[in-house]
T-cell receptor, first 118, second 109 residues
Framework: NAGVMQNPRHLVRRRGQEARLRCSPMKGHSHVYWYRQLPEEGLKFMVYLQKENIIDESGMPKERFSAEFPKEGPSILRIQQVVRGDSAAYFC????????????????FGAGSRLTVL | KQEVTQIPAALSVPEGENLVLNCSFTDSAIYNLQWFRQDPGKGLTSLLLIQSSQREQTSGRLNASLDKSSGRSTLYIAASQPGDSATYLCAGFGNKLVFGAGTILRVKS
């Protein structure tokens, strides 16, 4: 079991370019979460997805950011027209079941994708 | 809105000392509380998960407690070692996992 796989691990973009971050959940996990960690800060929730559905996107900026988790393939976090303030570590986590309907839910995190905007 | 606060923000102790990290949360309607470790430039490693029906969990030299009525959790590390140096994050799980800002621990040899 390879765990939660994120790629790329490091990504450098110039202002105005697009960044695409990919997350492959653990085998058998159908729930994916994206978090952002700004330098010297804690992790902030961005979005919670199940296959083909966005469940909670309350932490996503209204503009330039989007996320998907298609039926086949990894979850994608897309940032359009990046700005320097987007520089951060983006972490993906997965779980096997809906946390609201299960007694216990352990999230497994990936190693993160570190975005640097020049 | 769930908010999670961790105290202290940073802690430096000599090797061998026992220590306690504190976590408080504003919304008692959490399902679980999870403690993580994060090494510099790395991802998160789950240390302990306390379900809402439990009061504590132990793993090796680590013990975590949860008091929902007071909105507090503590992580106790016994006989600290330099390898314990890392940032420790607590996170409360209501409808999503909400993280504290972390405690940066340094154990000096």
């Amino acid at each position: 079991n390879a765990g939660v796989m994120q790629n790329p691990r490091h990504l450098v973009r110039r202002r105005g370019q697009e960044a695409r971050l990919r997350c492959s959940p653990m085998k058998g996990h159908s729930h994916v979460y994206w978090y952002r960690q700004l330098p010297e800060e804690g992790l902030k929730f961005m979005v919670y997805l199940q296959k083909e559905n966005i469940i909670d996107e309350s932490g996503m900026p209204k503009e330039r950011f989007s996320a998907e988790f298609p039926k086949e393939g990894p979850s994608i976090l897309r940032i359009q027209q990046v700005v320097r303030g987007d520089s951060a570590a983006y972490f993906c986590a997965s779980s096997p079941r809906d946390p609201l309907n299960s007694g216990a839910n352990v999230l497994t995190f990936g190693a993160g994708s570190r975005l640097t905007v020049l | 809105k769930q908010e999670v606060t961790q105290i202290p923000a940073a802690l430096s102790v000599p090797e061998g000392e026992n220590l306690v990290l504190n976590c408080s949360f504003t919304d008692s309607a959490i399902y679980n509380l999870q403690w993580f470790r994060q090494d510099p430039g790395k991802g998160l490693t789950s240390l302990l998960l306390i379900q809402s029906s439990q009061r504590e969990q132990t793993s090796g030299r680590l013990n975590a407690s949860l008091d929902k009525s007071s909105g507090r959790s503590t992580l106790y590390i016994a006989a600290s070692q330099p390898g314990d140096s890392a940032t420790y994050l607590c996170a409360g799980f209501g409808n999503k996992l909400v993280f504290g800002a972390g405690t940066i621990l340094r154990v000096k040899s």
